[in-house]
């Protein structure tokens, strides 16, 4: 038997801010999902709006669409109603493609920026795309025009002056370790790179949609993010980038295509980049998942950003007051940072059985992630995850443990996707 105090949690929820967000959302059944920090839940309207746009727009009016409901506009008017999540005025900010695909234009367009100089920081434990993404940039310009250096984020932290110095192009940082959920204090990084030089590139993956991110206000040059996760846009969904303002006039991205030229529809010979953020994007916009993201985005209308976060400590903090309550602390061993301040808005424990501990946890209905080499991740999501969702979770997990029951055979074998 688990202790935990139903009533209390159930007091908690009643008192939340937040709660009447939840049912703006499809809750799988008897779940707890603690796993919006790898796929956002599907909200209501996100699910009408989809039909609408499948049935009405594409299948009534067809190509008038592009016109009749603005689909052409749709990369910036996600964009703009992105962009005061992330602290930035609008006009910066555009929804397309993958973060992916987005840092290969951010680091190219940063790098032209820097005349002669070519290195671009990292932390080696950043999430793998983006170091790829220097990578393959670096085979295609030269090692002198691009030439990542990654460093440890225990160096950063401790001394980043020693680390970033004035050969330094560009520093590519995530805010939030997909890993241990360590958030950097990005507004002195930013501020120590701007001082010796050197220009930023932000990774908001784990930050948009689950705290305050002033994007404007700690001078950022670039960011990067993905809508799939906080931000409720469904698999695959569109990414977005940030540009500010004051690099606009210079911008200039390698992937110039028709949709980023100033006048797409002159379909001119020659490329002439948009003199606007719009020059981010590359191709035809994807109608339908931008449609998805779009109508999850009104699930923020109202949301006070630092409510949000507040809730989402209060979440975590439960489940480590939980985990200690019921005897669990002392077996998983938590990788996330003590002070809340430094965290993000997920908790991570390495445990030598995490795998299959994970895979118990999910059959009970209690879906949390995996990741390599043996940390158990849980996320929060402050819209829809409830004091009581944290209880129920723990109890569970109590449960697993105490009759062993990742131990089956089932619980071992490995799946693609974790
Ligand atoms: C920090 C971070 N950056 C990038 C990505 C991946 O970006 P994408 O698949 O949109 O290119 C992820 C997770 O998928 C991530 O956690
Ligand atoms: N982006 C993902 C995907 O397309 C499939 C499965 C998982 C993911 C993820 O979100 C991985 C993720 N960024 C992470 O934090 O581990």
Not at 289 to 298: H, P
Request: contains cysteine; hydrophobic residues 45%.
């Amino acid at each position: 038997m688990s202790s935990i105090d139903f009533a209390t949690l159930a007091r908690r929820d009643a008192d939340d801010p937040l709660a009447a967000k939840r049912s703006l959302f499809k809750i799988p059944a008897d779940t707890v999902y603690l796993d919006g920090n790898s796929l956002g839940l599907l909200t209501h309207q996100t699910a009408q709006r989809v039909q609408e746009v499948v049935q009405a727009q594409w299948g009534d009016d067809a190509i008038k669409s592009w016109n009749l409901h603005d689909w052409v506009d749709l990369p910036l008017s996600v964009g703009n109603k992105i962009a005061p999540l992330i602290g930035a005025e609008p006009g910066q900010v555009i929804c397309c493609d993958s973060i992916s695909v987005n840092l290969f234009k951010a680091l190219s367009a940063a790098l032209r920026l820097q005349d002669g100089r070519n290195t671009v920081i990292s932390t080696a434990d950043n999430f793998p795309t983006d170091l790829y993404m220097v990578q393959g940039l670096s085979e295609l310009l030269g090692e002198q025009r691009c030439q990542l250096q990654l460093v440890d984020e225990a160096d950063l932290l401790a001394d980043p002056q020693r680390v970033i110095d004035e050969t330094t192009a560009v520093v590519l940082l995530t805010e939030v370790n997909f890993r241990t959920g360590r958030r950097l204090p990005m507004q002195q990084l930013i501020a120590q790179a701007h001082a010796v030089g050197a220009l930023v590139i932000v990774d908001l993956a784990h930050s948009a949609g689950a705290m305050p991110v002033a994007l404007d206000a700690w001078r950022a040059d670039f960011a990067v993010g993905c809508t799939y996760k906080y931000l409720n846009g469904g698999p695959g969904a569109p990414a977005f980038i940030y540009v500010a303002e004051r690099h606009l006039t210079q911008l200039q991205q390698p992937i110039a295509g028709w949709f980023g030229h100033a006048q797409p529809f002159a379909f001119d010979p020659i490329y002439q980049p948009s003199p606007t953020v719009k020059q981010m994007l590359s191709g035809t916009p994807s109608v339908l998942a931008m449609s998805a993201v779009d109508a999850a985005l009104d699930a923020f209308v109202d949301v006070d950003l630092q409510e949000l976060r507040n809730k989402s400590l209060a979440l975590s903090e439960l489940f480590l007051e939980l985990l200690e309550a019921n005897g669990l602390a002392g077996s998983f061993t938590c990788i996330s940072p003590s002070t809340t301040a430094e965290r993000g808005s997920q908790l991570s424990f390495a445990h030598p059985e995490a795998y299959a501990i994970c895979q118990a946890l999910i059959d009970a209905k209690v879906i949390a992630d995996f990741r390599a080499p043996n940390y158990l991740r849980v996320g929060f999501t402050p819209l829809y995850t409830s004091y009581t969702d944290i209880g129920t979770a723990v109890a569970r997990l109590s449960t697993i443990m105490q009759q062993e029951s990742y131990r089956a055979p089932r619980f071992q074998q490995r799946h693609a996707v974790t």
